[in-house]
């Protein structure tokens, strides 16, 4: 199983910037479909965007295209999320996630096999 290691994310005001990290363990990161996904208090967790693994597709949810991306840096074992002009209903505990074959789905979060810890995005309005 792939241990991720979450980073980043804390308190920013309307319209500002962020940048979680996600650093994988185990071999063979380029290949894994890595996700990333939100909860807020109440809500059930939602997809947020995701990269598929060995050079493939990268996919956002609606309420993100344009202000999100989702970067990887192989060489590093790690995955980004580039957050900009953050909404107060941004506001999250964002978590990411690895599949080591390819999910049939990358937007349900049901089909991946390891989570981080979750890390707290707090946008101030």
């Known amino acids: 199983q792939v241990q991720l290691v979450q980073s980043g994310g804390g308190l920013v005001q309307a319209g500002g910037s962020l940048r979680l990290s996600c650093a994988a363990s185990?071999?063979?990161?380029?290949?894994?479909?890595m996700g990333w996904f939100r909860q807020a208090p109440g809500k059930e967790r939602e997809f947020v965007g995701a990269?598929?693994?060995?050079?493939?597709?990268?996919f956002y949810a609606e309420a993100v295209k344009g202000r999100v991306t989702v970067s990887r840096d192989n060489t590093k074992n790690t995955m980004y999320l580039q957050m900009n002009s953050l909404k107060s209903e941004d506001t999250a505990v964002y978590y990411c996630?690895?599949?080591?074959?390819?999910?049939?789905?990358?937007?349900?979060?049901?089909?991946?096999?390891?989570w981080g810890q979750g890390t707290q995005v707090t946008v101030s309005s």
């Open positions: 990269n598929r693994g060995s050079g493939g597709a990268t």
């Open positions: 996630a690895a599949r080591i074959n390819p999910t049939p789905n990358v937007r349900d979060p049901q089909w991946y096999d390891s």
């Open positions: 185990g071999r063979n990161f380029y290949s894994f479909d």
